[in-house]
């Protein structure tokens, strides 16, 4: 089957064809037909599945042509990475149609978003935050919304957006179309989506919690100090070009950016914490082999568009399971394949048990590789400190990448770990 057989105009099809695809995923054959047909719909899928596309399309052919200037589809994310993701994939599928689409989000100047509100929208993607803001100055009306989306809905009450979430469906119409689309099934996105959505067809394209099935999954236990060491020996050894690395805070994400750096690993952080512009910068870089890690807090967890992503590390296991089904789904996306590395350290067992336990399966341990330990040398203008200077700055081509900085002062290797020693180098 392919997607002009699921009842989608030309227009759109062609614009799927331009993007690369001709064969609809199992979540886009069971959605698309029901958001055609008006349903309310309750989908659960993980990351990478083309879900984006799967509302998208349908929603983007129930408009039909531009019509006055409130927002007709309201599709409501978590993060601004994700508003931002979303929002390309409706440019790109809607460019042979008239329908006008705006994303707003928080972390940026308003006044831009309200000028663009001023002129007028058919589909609006938005973060919670910032669409009450704007709706609570009256720059936008939702009195018009036909199709409502709520996207990574689990993610949504991770975050504590439930309230918003009841304040933004106080300001829609009561007679709409609802989505929600979610990777997990939990107690309380059943309890939301009873509250939400009228008569749905629940759509689930693989089972509760299940990660992708062509990640590769392996683990390593060792002491928290030496953790670093090892991610170093692992990037440099196996010539990782792009990996994305997750920690548990964002100071954490911070220091580990810059020691990577420091150890001749191109590397920024992205968190929170850290300014829209500075997020988009250090994205554009990884996406473009300019850094070789980005080192990443639960933010980054979804939302991220990096095709075909090799590898996945939890430098810190995720103290909630789910979370690390979300973590590894960066990488095996589309049919690509990955590998998921995770560095557990003793505080972390338990974590790693709650792990298994989700996945019903075992995550294989590693027998440790001879890596040096090295001291750093002393500090210099790293990767994080010139995303402030030239945030576009590369390595001269051909230039090759320094596998160790520094005096190495300890050789570290599985059999030693276990006696509890490190020999001198």
């Not at 792990?355 to 590693?366: N, S």
Request: proline residues 8%.
């Amino acid at each position: 089957m392919n997607f002009s057989d699921l009842g989608l105009k030309p227009e759109l099809v062609t614009a799927v064809t331009e993007k690369g695809y001709s064969i609809p995923t199992p979540i886009q054959l069971a959605a698309i037909p029901a958001v055609l047909a008006g349903r309310d719909v309750l989908a659960g899928a993980q990351t990478g599945t083309g879900k984006t596309a799967g509302f998208v399309l349908p929603i983007l052919q129930q408009l039909g042509s531009a019509q006055g200037t409130a927002p007709r589809a309201l599709i409501l994310t978590p993060t601004r990475e994700l508003a931002a993701q979303v929002a390309e994939s409706v440019r790109h599928y809607g460019k042979h149609t008239r329908l006008r689409s705006l994303e707003i989000f928080g972390g940026v100047s308003e006044r831009p978003q309200i000028a663009a509100l001023r002129h007028g929208c058919d589909i609006l993607i938005a973060t919670p935050g910032r669409l009450l803001d704007l709706a609570n100055q009256k720059f936008v009306s939702l009195a018009e919304v036909q199709v409502f989306v709520l996207d990574e809905a689990d993610r949504m009450l991770d975050m504590g957006f439930i309230h918003d979430i009841k304040r933004v469906r106080a300001l829609l119409p009561p007679v709409r179309q609802n989505l929600l689309f979610s990777a997990t099934y939990s107690a309380d996105i059943r309890k939301l989506a009873q509250n939400l959505l009228r008569n749905p067809l629940s759509v689930e394209v693989a089972p509760p919690n299940r990660t992708a099935d062509k990640v590769e999954q392996v683990s390593y236990r060792l002491p928290k100090e030496h953790k670093r060491h090892l991610l170093a020996h692992l990037i440099n050894e196996g010539n990782w070009h792009q990996v994305l690395v997750f920690t548990r805070t964002k100071h954490g994400a911070n220091r580990l950016a810059e020691q990577l750096d420091r150890a001749g690993i191109p590397s920024l952080p992205i968190h929170g914490n850290k300014s829209q512009n500075a997020r988009v910068r250090a994205l554009a870089d990884f996406k473009d082999n300019k850094i070789v890690a980005l080192v990443a807090t639960e933010v980054a967890a979804r939302g991220l568009d990096i095709k075909e992503l090799p590898y996945v590390v939890n430098y810190e296991l995720p103290n909630v399971p789910e979370d690390y089904v979300h973590r590894i789904g960066r990488t095996a996306r589309a049919g690509s394949t990955g590998k998921a590395v995770s560095l557990v350290s003793p505080d972390e067992a338990p974590y790693l048990k709650d792990i298994i336990k989700l996945l019903g399966k075992d995550i294989p341990g590693q027998p440790l590789p001879e890596f040096r330990i090295t001291e750093p040398p002393p500090r210099q203008h790293s990767a994080t400190q010139q995303q402030t200077q030239q945030p576009s700055a590369q390595r001269p081509a051909g230039q090759p990448r320094h596998r160790q900085h520094g005096r190495p002062n300890q050789r570290h290797s599985g059999r030693q770990q276990s006696q509890g020693r490190a020999r001198r180098a």
